[in-house]
């Protein structure tokens, strides 16, 4: 057992700042894509995107990131419009706000601050309860690494419970398969007030890529969703992201 | 028994038989070491019920026209519990009954609801754990018949998380299927777009540049690793040891971030594509020779003390033992086979891509235990380090084109690959520049079935050390 104690504190600290100092996703990272150019799309741009994430209205490109599941397709094939961006932070407190091509992103460091201030007034500390309703399993492995030395919600008091009557945010994963539509509802029915639902990942946001219509089209056709993460998978800093604007519902309410 | 022989890729045998015949087929091949894979229908060159079995360095098809008639033939499951889910499924899906099944039930809808003991008395009561567990888990639910401490039966229930994906593919180009195959099961998802590129490409007769397959190499085994480290995550979370899990659990992290920085993803989505990879890695090979050796050096440590700990061994040892007989009834495959003593690996049977050209061992032990499992995986991170390390070499010696462009003609072919949880097999039917038909046989689902067979004797808190040693995804299994 010394011999592990000697291992745990000859790693020295790892854990990122975040968000009390920007986490910078690496160069290249594939974090969500921006929306270059709107106007004047050619006839079938829309086409590109194999989950329908790209709609022309009103002679305007509409890109709707709670449906792009990151593959790329558009900037291979119009790179004047799309790009990727490297960022970490994609989460949103309403469907309507993932849409590029409306209302431009806010501002992400005077938000981030807002996140910090908000984690440092803490009074108490927040249970998240994780459901999958039928994700890819890479959404769990993405949610599993916020208990990491990296992350370490812990340190924000931030921690996950197994019983969701302790539970203030439900955090769920996947579209929501016929099979989990009633387990998910339960899980939300025994929760106290007030509580928080965050669909993490874009299959949870929209319903994603999956398949012959058996899947609902996320979380939002079954439960109130409060927070929205895409991201196929979302990085562990974006579900973060999403958990701090969560607390934030969670400390407006009366 | 009379089969033709018809002309097949390479690496594949493709035998037609009367549909009357499957069975005999099946107990055929499997009384000459051959390994249920899965039972499929096929639409070309005809409508088909194809059953596939990996026999000496091939898979052997046993196809069987379906004319319109057809709504049955005989169960294989008889002699071959490994097919025990695949009948149901079939039936359920394309309505073709396996005549004489032992437990004909429709598993693609799984009600959590309903549940009923299978074990009758006094003291025994039924446990479902699932589909919603305590922590972060991907939904599947165990029904356990317990007396309080003992497990007495215990039944898996997948499919909670059937997404119907295998049709999400039809009509999609060759490369729009890359992406679907990615998100099947996420965190294998560099050895399902691998699996389906390979199908892709054997069916139109096309290699990939060689710079491609070793890319192809290196993502595919620091997937592994990180799959193998997650293991050993959970397992020292079950032993609740606190600095065993954050060791285990920093260096998964580091793993990821090296695929993040490689190509722009922590699961390397969007690498690989049928005829190739998109891009280089992002990394310098000098610089990744670095990371590998650090990851080398700090594991090395981590593992000699956490197989040293004997809070953690003893939880592992005999627990949820495998004998090979009951393994090779049933199918298993991956570290779970590899555990038990059977040398099976898809990379070396049939070498694809780059690995008939490296040197690497096939890891196995005897004792079937969870601690097999767990030790089978350490072995098979030493030898993904020093596969990583011939394909970074070879990347460094040879420069070349990174894909081809494919043909648009029709086919259809398996295409395999060895995930971290097992063999993976595609099969993939092509119409010209769209995909007509795919259809997957995941390692999760076929080792998910032995399972069960692994609790003898063992009680409730086994079970956690038993089903982390297994490493499977609920959502490769149910797609």
Same mark, same amino acid.
């Given at each position: 057992?010394?011999?592990?104690?000697?291992?745990?504190?000859?790693?020295?600290?790892?854990?990122?700042?975040?968000?009390?100092?920007?986490?910078?996703?690496?160069?290249?990272?594939?974090?969500?894509?921006? *929306? *270059?150019?709107?106007?004047?799309?050619?006839?079938?741009?829309?086409?590109?995107?194999?989950?329908?994430?790209?709609?022309?209205?009103?002679?305007?490109?509409?890109?709707?990131?709670?449906?792009?599941?990151?593959?790329?397709?558009?900037?291979?094939?119009?790179?004047?419009?799309? /790009?990727?961006?490297?960022?970490?932070?994609? #989460?949103?407190?309403?469907?309507?706000? *993932?849409?590029?091509?409306?209302?431009?992103?806010?501002?992400?460091?005077?938000?981030?601050?807002?996140?910090?201030?908000?984690?440092?007034?803490?009074?108490?500390?927040?249970?998240?309860?994780?459901?999958?309703?039928?994700?890819?399993?890479?959404?769990?492995?993405?949610?599993? /690494?916020?208990?990491?030395?990296?992350?370490?919600?812990?340190?924000?008091?931030?921690?996950?419970?197994?019983?969701?009557?302790?539970?203030?945010?439900? *955090?769920?994963?996947?579209?929501?398969?016929?099979?989990?539509? #009633?387990?998910?509802?339960?899980?939300?029915?025994?929760?106290?007030?007030?509580?928080?639902?965050?669909? /993490?990942?874009?299959?949870?946001?929209?319903?994603?890529?999956?398949?012959?219509?058996?899947?609902?089209?996320?979380? /939002?056709?079954?439960?109130?969703?409060?927070?929205?993460?895409?991201?196929?998978?979302?990085?562990?800093? #974006?579900?973060?992201?999403?958990?701090?604007?969560?607390?934030?519902?969670?400390?407006?309410?009366? | 028994?009379?089969?033709?022989?018809?002309?097949?890729?390479?690496?594949?045998?493709?035998?037609?038989?009367?549909?009357?015949?499957?069975?005999?087929?099946?107990?055929?091949?499997?009384?000459?070491?051959?390994?249920?894979?899965?039972?499929?229908?096929?639409?070309?060159?005809?409508?088909?019920?194809?059953?596939?079995?990996?026999?000496?360095?091939?898979?052997?098809?046993?196809?069987? =026209?379906?004319?319109?008639?057809?709504?049955?033939?005989?169960? %294989?499951?008889?002699?071959?519990?490994?097919?025990?889910?695949?009948?149901?499924?079939?039936?359920?899906?394309?309505?073709?009954?396996?005549?004489?099944?032992?437990?004909?039930?429709?598993?693609?809808?799984?009600?959590?609801?309903?549940?009923?003991?299978?074990?009758?008395?006094?003291?025994?009561?039924?446990?479902?754990?699932?589909?919603? $567990?305590?922590?972060?888990?991907?939904?599947?639910?165990?029904?356990?018949?317990?007396?309080?401490?003992?497990?007495?039966?215990?039944?898996?229930?997948?499919?909670?998380?059937?997404?119907?994906?295998?049709? !999400?593919?039809?009509?999609?180009?060759?490369?729009?299927?890359?992406?679907?195959?990615?998100?099947?099961?996420?965190?294998?998802?560099?050895?399902?777009?691998?699996?389906?590129?390979?199908?892709?490409?054997?069916?139109?007769?096309?290699?990939?540049?060689?710079?491609?397959?070793?890319?192809?190499?290196?993502?595919?085994? %620091?997937?592994?690793?990180?799959?193998?480290?997650?293991?050993?995550?959970?397992?020292?979370?079950?032993?609740?040891? =606190?600095?065993?899990?954050?060791?285990?659990?920093?260096?998964?992290?580091?793993?990821?971030?090296?695929?993040?920085?490689?190509?722009?993803?922590?699961?390397?989505?969007?690498?690989?594509?049928?005829?190739?990879? !998109?891009?280089?890695?992002?990394?310098?090979?000098?610089?990744?020779?670095?990371?590998?050796?650090?990851?080398?050096?700090?594991?090395?440590?981590? $593992?000699?003390?956490?197989?040293?700990?004997?809070?953690?061994?003893?939880?592992?040892?005999?627990?949820?033992? %495998?004998?090979?007989?009951?393994?090779?009834?049933?199918?298993?495959?991956?570290?779970?086979?590899?555990?038990?003593?059977?040398?099976?690996?898809?990379?070396?049977?049939?070498?694809?891509?780059?690995?008939?050209?490296?040197?690497?061992?096939?890891?196995?032990?005897?004792?079937?235990?969870?601690?097999?499992?767990?030790?089978?995986?350490?072995?098979?991170?030493?030898?993904?380090?020093?596969?990583?390390?011939?394909?970074?070499?070879?990347?460094?010696?040879?420069?070349?084109?990174?894909?081809?462009?494919?043909?648009?003609?029709?086919?259809?072919?398996?295409?395999?690959?060895?995930?971290?949880?097992?063999?993976?097999?595609?099969?993939?039917?092509?119409?010209?520049?769209?995909?007509?038909?795919?259809?997957?046989?995941?390692?999760?689902? !076929?080792?998910?079935?032995?399972?069960?067979?692994?609790?003898?004797?063992?009680?409730?808190?086994?079970?956690?050390?038993?089903?982390?040693?297994?490493?499977?995804?609920?959502?490769?299994?149910?797609?």
């Amino acid at each position: 057992m010394l011999e592990w104690i000697v291992r745990g504190l000859g790693a020295g600290r790892v854990t990122t700042r975040y968000p009390r100092a920007p986490e910078d996703a690496p160069a290249g990272f594939r974090g969500s894509i921006a *929306l *270059l150019d709107a106007g004047d799309p050619p006839i079938g741009l829309e086409d590109i995107c194999p989950t329908g994430a790209i709609r022309i209205s009103d002679g305007r490109v509409r890109l709707d990131r709670g449906r792009c599941v990151l593959c790329g397709a558009c900037v291979e094939r119009a790179p004047e419009r799309f /790009a990727f961006v490297a960022r970490y932070e994609t #989460a949103a407190r309403s469907r309507a706000a *993932l849409v590029a091509g409306g209302a431009e992103d806010g501002d992400v460091p005077a938000l981030r601050r807002t996140l910090a201030q908000r984690v440092g007034a803490l009074r108490r500390s927040i249970h998240v309860r994780h459901v999958d309703a039928g994700s890819d399993g890479a959404e769990e492995w993405e949610i599993a /690494a916020l208990q990491n030395p990296y992350y370490d919600v812990g340190r924000l008091g931030i921690f996950f419970t197994a019983a969701p009557r302790h539970a203030d945010v439900l *955090l769920v994963s996947g579209g929501v398969t016929p099979p989990m539509r #009633a387990p998910l509802e339960r899980a939300f029915e025994v929760m106290g007030e007030p509580r928080a639902v965050i669909a /993490a990942g874009t299959d949870a946001c929209s319903g994603g890529l999956a398949g012959d219509g058996r899947v609902a089209g996320g979380v /939002a056709e079954v439960l109130p969703v409060d927070v929205f993460v895409p991201g196929s998978p979302p990085s562990p800093i #974006a579900l973060l992201h999403g958990l701090l604007l969560a607390v934030g519902i969670l400390e407006e309410s009366p | 028994m009379r089969g033709v022989v018809e002309p097949s890729p390479p690496g594949e045998l493709r035998v037609r038989v009367p549909l009357g015949m499957l069975d005999r087929g099946a107990a055929l091949l499997t009384e000459h070491g051959g390994r249920f894979v899965t039972l499929l229908v096929a639409e070309r060159p005809e409508r088909s019920l194809i059953a596939v079995f990996a026999a000496r360095g091939e898979l052997v098809c046993l196809r069987a =026209v379906l004319d319109r008639e057809a709504r049955a033939f005989p169960s %294989l499951s008889l002699v071959l519990p490994a097919a025990l889910w695949a009948e149901r499924e079939l039936f359920e899906r394309e309505r073709i009954e396996p005549l004489g099944h032992p437990a004909l039930e429709p598993i693609l809808r799984p009600d959590a609801d309903e549940i009923a003991p299978w074990v009758q008395g006094d003291e025994a009561f039924v446990l479902p754990y699932g589909p919603i $567990r305590s922590g972060v888990f991907e939904a599947i639910q165990f029904v356990i018949d317990t007396a309080g401490e003992d497990v007495l039966a215990l039944r898996t229930r997948p499919f909670f998380k059937y997404r119907g994906l295998e049709q !999400r593919f039809e009509g999609a180009s060759p490369q729009q299927g890359a992406c679907i195959a990615e998100r099947v099961a996420g965190i294998a998802s560099v050895a399902h777009g691998l699996a389906y590129a390979h199908a892709v490409e054997r069916a139109l007769a096309i290699e990939p540049p060689e710079r491609a397959r070793w890319w192809r190499v290196v993502y595919a085994e %620091l997937e592994r690793i990180a799959n193998h480290l997650d293991v050993a995550v959970r397992e020292a979370e079950a032993a609740a040891l =606190v600095v065993g899990q954050a060791r285990m659990a920093i260096l998964k992290e580091d793993v990821l971030r090296l695929q993040a920085r490689l190509t722009g993803s922590r699961f390397a989505r969007g690498m690989v594509i049928p005829g190739g990879v !998109r891009a280089e890695g992002a990394v310098a090979l000098a610089a990744l020779s670095a990371e590998f050796d650090r990851l080398e050096r700090q594991l090395r440590r981590d $593992r000699r003390l956490l197989l040293r700990t004997t809070s953690f061994t003893d939880r592992l040892i005999g627990s949820g033992a %495998l004998d090979r007989p009951t393994v090779e009834a049933f199918g298993g495959v991956g570290p779970v086979a590899r555990g038990s003593g059977i040398s099976t690996d898809a990379r070396f049977e049939r070498p694809y891509g780059a690995y008939d050209r490296v040197g690497f061992e096939v890891i196995t032990r005897d004792d079937g235990d969870a601690m097999a499992r767990v030790e089978v995986r350490f072995g098979e991170i030493a030898e993904s380090l020093h596969l990583l390390r011939q394909a970074i070499d070879r990347l460094a010696r040879h420069d070349g084109p990174l894909w081809v462009e494919l043909p648009s003609v029709a086919g259809a072919a398996l295409g395999w690959a060895e995930a971290p949880q097992g063999e993976l097999v595609y099969w993939v039917e092509l119409d010209g520049d769209q995909i007509a038909r795919t259809r997957i046989a995941s390692p999760s689902l !076929r080792n998910w079935l032995l399972f069960a067979e692994s609790f003898r004797g063992d009680v409730l808190t086994d079970f956690a050390f038993i089903e982390y040693s297994f490493g499977l995804t609920p959502a490769g299994a149910d797609r």
